[in-house]
């Protein structure tokens, strides 16, 4: 038996200007990078909670691992497995980091130099004449898939929708994402009136715990459903299936590290379900580590690992940029600075 060591170190990244979410404006990623040293080298990781998302807070991860530093004698597997639920996040980063050793943390952070992915942008505007402005703007940078949140006045969202779509190019799609803030009326009105635009797909209109509502929707739903937050376990995967969803939203942050990440990405498509997959609550380890599975699954719709193009100043070389319409890998992440700035929280021995 062997031990990995792991380090634990909280990196806060204020950003450029407040992102806005359906749960609130987000003005800093509260980020811990996690580094892992084993008998075959070493890898990284990263955890950034998103409250409101998850129930996870910057405040909740390092508790999570201050109390597992005062602990003796731990496995790496029964750590993981026996907190995913109660912190999954936090464990997401763990095992990340764990597994970038064996997958090979240099070769994940350089991997694919020189090559470029689709990827989504975020169309803001609360009115509709200043959404398709941004939409305007959008098309002519070469984003060819927008992300709209709604969810609060389904008029005004298909109005904004409506509006988006008139200034898009022949072939541009319109993602939506309620990040659950739809009523079952507005969802129900919102997903048979918007079948006259070109909706890629509708995500998450109502709460996990309200998912048997998307039977319903199923019925009457004239544009491709998406189910996200419910998303973090096979289980939920498979539910996803039955419940009839056209799309699964998977994110490295939600599931147990890189491998199990990979594992259920070929599940969901086994399946028959499409995948969305990537990140932007995400620095830019996250979002490298991201692209590498992305890549390696062989995916092919627009990414979302877009987080890191929101941070003000890097603290390290994201070996990334976004540009073209597309998230373009130019060089390699630089990890070990990355953790080098970081302020120690916590360390750990985990047997394996």
């Not at 990196?11 to 996690?34: H, M, N, R």
């Not at 602990?71 to 970038?100: F, H, K, T, V, Y």
């Not at 129900?188 to 995500?203: N, Y």
Request: with cysteine; charged share 25%; glycine share 8%.
């Amino acid at each position: 038996m062997t031990n990995i060591h792991f380090e634990i170190r909280h990196l806060p990244l204020p950003l450029k200007e407040p992102y806005w979410l359906a749960f609130g404006p987000v003005s800093t990623f509260d980020t811990f990078i996690v580094r892992a040293e084993g008998r075959n080298g070493v890898g990284h990781g990263e955890i950034t909670p998103l409250p409101g998302y998850s129930f996870e807070t910057g405040a909740s991860v390092r508790a999570t691992f201050e109390e597992l530093a005062s602990s003796a004698g731990l496995n790496l597997s029964n750590c993981l497995n026996g907190r995913r639920e109660s912190a999954p996040m936090a464990m997401s980063g763990l095992a990340a980091a764990a597994d970038a050793i064996e997958l090979g943390d240099e070769r994940i952070l350089r991997f694919s130099v020189g090559s470029s992915i689709p990827c989504v942008a975020l169309c803001g505007g609360t009115e509709p004449k200043d959404a398709a402005a941004r939409a305007s703007r959008l098309s002519e940078d070469g984003y060819t898939v927008l992300k709209v949140k709604i969810g609060g006045d389904v008029q005004n969202d298909l109005r904004r929708v409506e509006a988006v779509s008139a200034v898009l190019p022949e072939g541009a799609l319109i993602r939506v994402d309620a990040n659950q803030q739809m009523s079952e009326a507005d969802a129900l009105t919102f997903a048979k009136a918007a079948g006259d635009f070109p909706i890629e797909l509708m995500e998450q209109p109502y709460a996990p715990e309200a998912d048997t509502r998307m039977l319903a929707l199923r019925d009457v739903a004239r544009v491709p459903l998406m189910l996200d937050e419910s998303i973090w376990t096979r289980d939920d995967i498979d539910r996803a299936a039955k419940l009839g969803m056209d799309y699964v939203k998977l994110k490295l942050c939600k599931h147990l590290g890189l491998r199990e990440n990979l594992a259920l990405l070929e599940h969901a498509r086994s399946l028959g379900l499409k995948v969305v997959y990537g990140n932007g609550v995400q620095g830019a380890l996250g979002n490298r580590q991201e692209a590498f599975l992305y890549l390696e699954a062989g995916l092919t719709t627009a990414i979302e690992s877009n987080g890191f193009s929101k941070i003000a100043d890097h603290p390290a070389d994201p070996g990334m940029r976004l540009e073209a319409g597309a998230l373009h890998l130019d060089g390699v992440t630089d990890a070990k600075t990355l953790f080098d700035k970081a302020e120690p929280v916590a360390t750990l021995d985990l047997s394996v």
